[in-house]
């Protein structure tokens, strides 16, 4: 009897104990502008949790990205104050704000005022940096006050408390699936596909390579001109509603084009895709780990290890905005489609500076410094690694993929062709495919990207 009296008291205790939970404000605006934000157009930087905020006022020196605000300009501190909902002023133990400092010398002292606290930015990688709350249960968080000392970039701030002071966790609708129309099949090179959405206001986002979408993936805007067989995959999102289901269409292309030509203008970076706003006179914007994609062709930057300055976007005082690449920062270029691999790459030089040309190590092919141009050789390349070799400076990057027929594809292995064979997305053979990866298989005069079962 004794011990069933201490086990329903722990029961109790335990039950009595709170459970943290938090709301989090995200950032991010589909198109990036050095024009600053105002009260008015503060929340079209908010990407998620829009329904915790009621206003915002004091808005000054707050710049929209595509995945979160920049706070500061050169010259000029920024600062804002959210006045949360209703619902969201709870009785928070902790502030929790995603950022990174701008990666400049003269930033290196960055920090955020956050509620009267100073949180230093020490990185210019992002990191999280926690602002504790001693426990006060008459004191709800009204407002959440930012003032930035030198320029900082800020993804999220995430709002802690415990379940005991109530709950802020919205009953949210989910988002319509997309249509994708056509909605697959046989169909001639040039197609175009559109992707809609009955959720008004929703954004929609998609893939070509297989993979399930996400908020990272490429942002629709426009009709896609299939040119190859490929599947589309599709999901759309809007602030306070769940994201929606994916949608999935998978085209055939009877009539491929022999070439495909991608061009990437790094001179109007707000052209790219996801979309970049121009960098102001000797400002700049890091490139390192960013993805530009144009459904056919991905440009991935890598920065060196070494050295104070990488790859980046840069506004140049003689020529606009160029691409700047360091010794030892990397490009890799890769076909989004294993039926194209890559024939040729080529660079326009930038006018700024005494530079003439740009210097590449190839991690396959050859770079001639010459022509400013890469050329495969006698391999298949589907994906090269560009290593700078020097300091380059670029303006626009054009690449040209080609058609590989099923011959190609014999041609990797030699010999006699098989009835099936399989082959990994980098092109090479593969004799025991495993279930649930993604191959191509050659079957006859077929090419198919298909997943083992």
């Not at 109790?12 to 990036?32: H, K, M, N, Q, V």
């Not at 999935?248 to 706003?277: G, W």
Request: proline share 5%.
């Amino acid at each position: 009897m004794r011990k069933i009296i201490v086990l329903l008291t722990l029961m109790t205790a335990l039950a009595g104990i709170a459970r943290e939970r938090s709301y989090t404000i995200s950032f991010g605006a589909p198109t990036a502008s050095t024009s600053p934000l105002t009260n008015d157009t503060y929340m079209s930087a908010v990407s998620a949790g829009a329904e915790y905020i009621d206003h915002v006022t004091s808005v000054v020196a707050v710049f929209p990205e595509t995945d979160a605000i920049r706070m500061s300009s050169q010259k000029t501190n920024g600062k804002f104050n959210i006045h949360l909902a209703d619902k969201a002023q709870v009785v928070a133990s902790k502030i929790v704000v995603e950022a990174c400092r701008y990666d400049n010398d003269r930033d290196l002292e960055a920090a955020l005022l956050l509620n009267s606290e100073y949180l230093y930015i020490t990185s210019p990688e992002y990191g999280y940096y926690t602002l504790s709350i001693p426990s006060r249960p008459e004191k709800l968080l009204t407002n959440i006050i930012i003032d930035a000392e030198h320029r900082v970039y800020i993804k999220a701030i995430s709002v802690y408390y415990d379940d005991a002071q109530g709950s802020v966790e919205p009953e949210m609708q989910t988002v319509a699936t997309p249509v994708i129309t056509p909605s697959g099949g046989s169909v001639t090179a040039g197609t175009e596909v559109s992707i809609s959405c009955s959720t008004p206001g929703a954004e929609i986002y998609y893939t070509v390579d297989g993979a399930d979408p996400s908020t990272s993936s490429l942002h629709y805007e426009a009709p896609v001109a299939v040119h190859n067989s490929l599947g589309i995959r599709a999901f759309a999102v809007k602030d306070g509603m769940k994201p929606s289901e994916v949608a999935i269409a998978n085209f055939t292309v009877r009539n491929p084009d022999a070439e495909l030509v991608s061009v990437f203008n790094f001179a109007e970076p707000e052209t790219l895709n996801p979309a970049v706003a121009a960098p102001a006179q000797k400002e700049s914007v890091l490139l390192d780990g960013r993805t530009f994609s144009d459904g056919n062709v991905a440009l991935t930057f890598r920065a060196s290890e070494t050295g104070n300055t990488h790859v980046r976007l840069y506004g140049s005082y003689d020529a606009g905005t160029d691409l700047r690449l360091y010794d030892n920062d990397i490009v890799t270029i890769s076909s989004l489609n294993p039926a194209y691999s890559i024939a040729a790459i080529s660079v326009t030089i930038s006018t700024s500076g005494s530079d003439s040309d740009a210097w590449f190590i190839a991690s396959q092919g050859e770079w001639t410094w010459e022509t400013d141009s890469w050329a495969p050789g006698d391999e298949r390349v589907t994906s090269v690694d560009l290593a700078s070799y020097m300091q380059s400076r670029i303006t626009s990057m054009t690449v040209t993929l080609t058609h590989d027929v099923s011959a190609g594809l014999e041609a990797v292995i030699g010999g006699e062709p098989s009835r099936v064979r399989y082959f990994n997305m980098q092109g090479m053979p593969v004799c025991n495919p495993e279930p649930g990866h993604i191959y191509i298989r050659l079957s006859d005069s077929r090419v198919d990207k298909v997943i083992v079962k």
